[in-house]
Structures are given as C-alpha cells and as structure tokens.
C-alpha cells in the first residue's frame, strides 16, 4: 500500500486527509487526425489546429465503451496505488456518455474488479465532472465515512457527437482517466474545492436526452439539438471558460490560504489551447504553467482532466508538496476548481510489489466468475419458483 513522504505540523497530522496514491488512463486504439476528418467533413487541419490546437483524437471501435475505457484506467491505478479491488468503498465515475441510463458505468467497473465492499455511482457534470467527483470523494474520507475511493472520467463523445456539424465534431475524442483517493494523516492533499453552476446556460451546451421535455416524435428540440446529439454555442462557451478558470483558481487558492503565484501546476479541461492560453494571462501565470495535451486527445470532457494528469506525473511535472489546480467547465453550464498539495507515494512503492499484483489479477478472474455464478444462481432460482407455482 501507498505510504507518505514528509511531515506536518503536530495539530494537522490528527486531521483526516485526502491524497491521491493511484493514476491511470486508457484511450481506444484508434487515432482519427485532422487530416482523416477533413476527408467527410468540410473542414482542415489549419482551421482546426489555429482554433483549438487539436491534431488527433482516439475514437472508439466497436470492442470499446465508456466502461471498458473506464476499467482499464481503474485497473492501472489501482495498480500504481497498490491496493485490492477489495479495498474499495467508492467508485464514482463522472460521464456525460454513460454505459446506460442506468445500471450505472460505476457499477459495471465495480463488478468487473471485483471491488464487493465499494459503493458505485455516476456522477453527472459534464466536462466539470471528474473535479466535482474528486471532490465528494475527499469530502466523503475526510469526514471519515470512507477510507479509500477510485474516481473516473470516462467518455465515449463519438457516440454522441454529429458527425455532420463541423462546429462541434472535430472537438472531441474517446478516453478515460482515474486516480485513487486515500484517507491518511498526512497534511495536504485535496485542500480546497470551489463548485458552481449557473442552469441558465442550459441552452449554451448539451445533449437532449430520454427526459427531455422538447423530446418531442420528430426527436429534435426547440433549440435544434437532436436527441442523443451534442449542440454547442461555442463562441459564448468560449468567454465563458475564460472567465471561469480564472475566478475559480482564484476563489479556491483563496479558500486554501495560498497566492495564485504559488500554483506549480494548473491541469485544466483540455478544450482549447486558445482559452487555456488566454486564461494563464487573466491570471498572471506563465502558459507553460497550464498542463496541455489537447493536441492529441482533443476534448475528452471528463476524462481530460485525470488524463492529463496522468500525463504531467509521467513527464515529471508534479513533484511532492507542489500546489496543482484542477479547473474543469463545460455543459450545465457549470465549472469546478481544486487545489490540491501533493504527497508522491514513496517511489519503492509506486509500481506495486509483485504479491499484490497477483492477487489483483486473482481477483480480476474472481470477478468474471462470480458475477457469472451469481447470474446462474438468480437464473436457477426464478425457474425453481416457477416450477413451484
Ligand atoms: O468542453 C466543453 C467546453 N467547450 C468549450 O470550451 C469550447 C469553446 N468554444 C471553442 O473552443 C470555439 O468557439 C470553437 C473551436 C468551437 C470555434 O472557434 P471560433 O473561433 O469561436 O469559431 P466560430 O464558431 O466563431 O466560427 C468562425 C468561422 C465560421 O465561419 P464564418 O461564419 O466566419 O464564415 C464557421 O462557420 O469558422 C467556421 N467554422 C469552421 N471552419 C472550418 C466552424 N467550424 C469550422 C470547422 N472548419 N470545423
């Protein structure tokens, strides 16, 4: 299991604290670049690269789904946490491309790890998703309710893009993230969180769903949004962003008692180089203070943000006790800031000692034969009380 580097002072060290010791990510197989798309759509790598400073994303195939995505960053973070499925008591996965409607894509990842003792949720806030999951996941250990979580970002936007609106499609891109929460009481970790949300934006950006009230026979909305397919006003979601990212790195660098100039990293929803850039200005940071790896995955809405930061841990962008802020903003319209002071797991422990990594993988096909089993004995069951009627 993770352990902790560094002290604290005496009165904090009896506080509950929430780190994060585990990271993963998955993308399909499958890149579609500029180039590709601008061969059905009416577009080109020069619009689209000097508008948002996307190249490529990964789009999945038809072997792979939101859950899947999902189960593969899980398992590689569980992985760098070191810990069993089994130590689970949470696993929030924040989507706004679901597995279903219900059962939810949290309960799926729980029953393919095997993670029996875990509760199993979506969390739905679009591309603000994984801040607002990482969230109530530090809040739940640090009130003492749990002791270790497993949040995802996980999407599959393909599926609901239009692939004949050129103003969104070339947006966005397949992928899952993850990390693992951790109750310890070693200072740090999440230290504070700012969630907003602001309804009247509704209109601005979605995706018409089953509940919809303008659902109506010709399946189209008042707004012209299809049902099942994103709509985006993307200029005034652009001054929107802008705007967001800085009060809300500034309203929870607030909360935490510390100055905008002392973030050593801001991970932002990966939507557009241009709104990431113009947001490090209204802040006074250095561009290259704001993680970006649009250029490859595009807009992953709640994955991008654990992508990349899985992304800045491997390039060794984070260190221990550095400040990171997470901003994430999108459809609701609704944003979410955290600022967290890492604590790196002590590197002999980061790749897992190979014990563990055995009874991982037991515990993978455990999974796979108990949720079997369990199907037959409900199947063998309903046919006894049948035959008994
Ligand atoms: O993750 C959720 C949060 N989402 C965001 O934060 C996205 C925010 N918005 C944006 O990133 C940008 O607004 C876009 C990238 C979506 C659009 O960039 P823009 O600079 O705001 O362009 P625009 O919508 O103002 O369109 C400019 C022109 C238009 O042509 P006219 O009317 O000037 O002749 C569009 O029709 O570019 C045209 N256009 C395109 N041209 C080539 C729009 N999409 C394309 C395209 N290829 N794909």
Redesign the pocket.
């Known amino acids: 299991m993770a352990t902790f580097s560094g002290g604290g002072d005496k009165n904090e060290a009896t506080e509950r604290h929430a780190h994060v010791v585990g990271w993963g990510m998955a993308v399909p197989e499958s890149a579609l670049t500029n180039e590709e798309l601008s061969t059905f759509?009416?577009?080109?790598d020069e619009?689209?690269f000097a508008?948002?400073g996307i190249r490529q994303r990964y789009i999945a195939d038809e072997g792979e789904s939101t859950a899947t995505l999902a189960y593969k960053a899980a398992q590689q973070a569980l992985e760098v946490a070191d810990i069993l499925p089994t130590d689970l008591d949470l696993i929030v996965v924040a989507t706004s491309t679901p597995e279903n409607i219900f059962p939810s894509t949290a309960s799926l990842v729980q029953d393919w790890l095997n993670a029996h003792d875990a509760g199993a949720f979506d969390l739905s806030a679009?591309?603000s998703g994984f801040v607002y999951a990482l969230n109530m996941a530090a809040d739940s250990i640090r009130a003492g309710s749990i002791q270790s979580a497993l949040v995802i970002g996980a999407e599959t936007m393909s599926r609901i893009l239009d692939w004949q609106d050129?103003?969104?499609?070339?947006?966005?891109g397949d992928g899952a993230g993850a990390v693992v929460l951790q109750a310890s009481e070693v200072p740090g970790g999440v230290l504070s969180s700012v969630l907003r949300s602001d309804g009247a934006g509704s209109d601005l950006?979605g995706i018409p769903s089953v509940g919809s009230i303008d659902a109506d026979d010709s399946r189209a909305s008042s707004n012209g949004a299809k049902l099942y397919k994103m709509y985006?006003a993307?200029?005034e979601?652009?001054r929107?962003?802008t705007r967001v990212i800085s009060e809300s790195i500034e309203q929870t660098c607030t909360a935490a008692g510390i100055q905008v100039n002392d973030i050593d990293l801001v991970i932002p929803?990966q939507?557009?180089l241009?709104?990431l850039q113009a947001a490090a200005r209204k802040l006074g940071l250095d561009a290259d203070k704001f993680m970006s790896n649009v250029e490859r995955y595009g807009?992953t809405?709640a994955a991008?943000i654990p992508i990349a930061l899985c992304e800045a841990i491997e390039q060794k962008r984070v260190q221990d006790k550095d400040h990171i802020a997470l901003v994430g903003?999108?459809?609701g319209l609704a944003w979410a800031a955290m600022l967290i002071r890492w604590g790196v797991p002590e590197p002999s422990e980061q790749h897992g000692s190979m014990f563990n990594r055995q009874r991982r993988h037991v515990q993978y096909r455990i999974a796979k034969w108990r949720s079997r089993s369990r199907r037959w004995r409900r199947r063998v069951n309903r046919k006894v009380r049948e035959i008994r009627v």
Do not use: D, P, Y
Not at 41 to 44: A, P
Not at 166 to 172: K, Q, V, W, Y
């Open positions: 759509v009416e577009t080109s619009w689209i508008r948002t679009a591309c050129r103003s969104t499609c070339i947006l966005f950006l985006m993307g200029s979601v652009f929107f962003a929803h939507a557009n241009r709104i807009n809405s991008s903003f999108g459809g």
